[in-house]
């Protein structure tokens, strides 16, 4: 484990990390993993009893919404 | 001749250059197996695809200022302007740092991950927010934490929770700080009621504390007793997603978001000044505009409807917010709308003040408006009709401005908690100001008003 983290802060990264930045990271890592463990079980519960589905994953601006994919790079192409 | 872009001197994978004009990005050797990562395992190829990162082609490798580095030339997509984090909207940055988020999630599933997080990675184009450092990204390695943790925080959930939480104008911290404000300084400002909010209790008041207890520690093995999964990896950027998206700014309700409904235009006047000056943007045909004071955009609508690249700037976040909500609703393309206070605008700064441009440098736009402005620089401000004509003449090739006499309502009101001291103000000294930087092409009075409207063309 330390060999992990005097990797992380070796000049091969250009941008310090943060001792303390990595470190919450792992208290975090078993926080919300925990939470999320929570979340997932209280929704089987929850479409157990009223048979729906969680609601949609919010917007994600990375999806490719097919309808309106433009593609700039063919675009720059003929210029 | 190609020259080096001062922004992108920190990162040791390539830099930005400029050669006749155009932007190139070098890819240095030492960057090969990260680039070639990026372009092979499809992540590239899904970002550019949503419109998520910016495109690029590849460019003749002797094009560079520093060949003997060069792995690869690649010539990005050509921004029409640049922009930065201190000129955004609450909206705008949340949707950069949603932008920035997804990307990490979606690099991640193609087995990379962001190596910064620098809100300066984001630029907006055709109304949306797009990254734009294809430099960003790097193999994931198993079991390590996110790198770019601390400045994502810094950078764009710090801003974000102050001007939510505490008050909008603390994203003029971000002029200050050029890697993002501090963390102890955010967890000091916020609120103590965010102790209570999970997201912001840890990204920024526990992590700030974090920073502090471990600042000159070295990491031993004894501290680090778990390991980041690439699950915790998922978990984190979704537990940041989740605090981002819940921060919101009440309605802003400021001095000129709600200037239309509450001043004396009548409907017809209005459409015969939108008239006028979409007749006098067509006279001069304009590849780029700039309004000075836009308020909501609906005077620069004249330009950036007909496909004209158009940089509308408020001093109001309020008016600010409202146009961004009209460019995403409509999906806007041309339309930029930008927070700038014109009496102090952008200046340069960062290393030997060249890392960001001030606002002059960012110019000259073909066209500056400045329509119902000139009251509030000359008599709001007492800015000198000269020296805000020589201001405007640095800025932009030609002028369409607008001169609101004193009798008009709006100088009235302005003059009514004040003494009088403009005896200068009236058209004739106006023109005579203004001639000394412009020849005046044209003029039109302004229907149903007293005002008049300029065209020029600077000397």
Known sequence: ?79 | MAEKVSASFRDPSGFMFKRDGEFYRQVNHSYKEDFDMLMSSGLYQHLSKANALIPHQEAELDLSPISDKAYKIIKPLQLDFISYPYEWCFNQYKDAAILTLSIARRALEYGMVLKDASAYNIQFHEGRPIFIDTLSFEAYKEGLPWVAYKQFCQHFLAPLALMAKTDIRLLALMRNYIDGIPLDLASALLPKSTKLNFGLATHIHIHAKSQQKYADQKLSQKELTGKVSKQALYNLLDSLLTVVRSLKVKTIMTEWADYYQDNNYTESSFEAKRDLVADFIKQINPKTVWDLGGNTGEFSRCASDLGISTVSFDIDPGAVQQNYAIVKSKKEKFMLPLLMDLTNPSPSIGWHNQERDSLKERGPADLIMALALIHHMAIANNVPLREVARSFAELGEHLLIEFVPKQDSQVVRLLSSRLDIFPDYNPGEFKEAFSEYYTILDEKPVTGSERTMYLMKRK
């Open chain 1, 1 to 79: 484990m330390s060999q992990l983290f005097s990797f992380l802060m070796k000049p091969k990264q250009y941008l310090d990390p943060g001792a303390g930045s990595l470190i919450i990271q792992v208290i975090l890592g078993v926080l919300l993993g925990a939470g999320v463990a929570i979340r997932v079980f209280w929704k089987q519960i929850k479409s157990f009893f009223t048979g729906k589905k969680g609601a949609d994953a919010e917007f994600d601006p990375t999806e490719i919404e097919s309808s309106e994919v433009i593609d700039i790079t063919e675009d720059q192409k003929d210029k």
